[in-house]
């Protein structure tokens, strides 16, 4: 099936432990691993499993007051989803 969402994730255990030793990197992965599964359309429960991937899209990047934030909005197009976000991971993200 064609996927219209995706997101790519990595947690830097090291450097959030430097900033909070006491935090919940276990609770903080699964937020992550929700997102993902969110994006991809495979979380299996209410009320994400019926959503469409435009109020996914919504849901994801809708500002919440949690440990994970989404990221500002920027509008564009490409003929390569995945390298796009590959490109955007790379140089937003793990900042190489």
Known sequence: PRRFLDAMIE???DALCALDPSCDLEGIRAQL???RAVAAGTLERAPFA???P???FH???TPRSTVVQPGPLHAGTTDD???TLAHLFETVVRRR
């Open 50 to 52: 019926t959503m469409t």
């Open 54 to 56: 435009s109020q996914r």
């Open 81 to 83: 989803p995945a390298g």
């Open 59 to 61: 849901w994801l990047s």
């Open 11 to 13: 947690l830097d255990a």
């Open 33 to 35: 691993e929700m997102v």
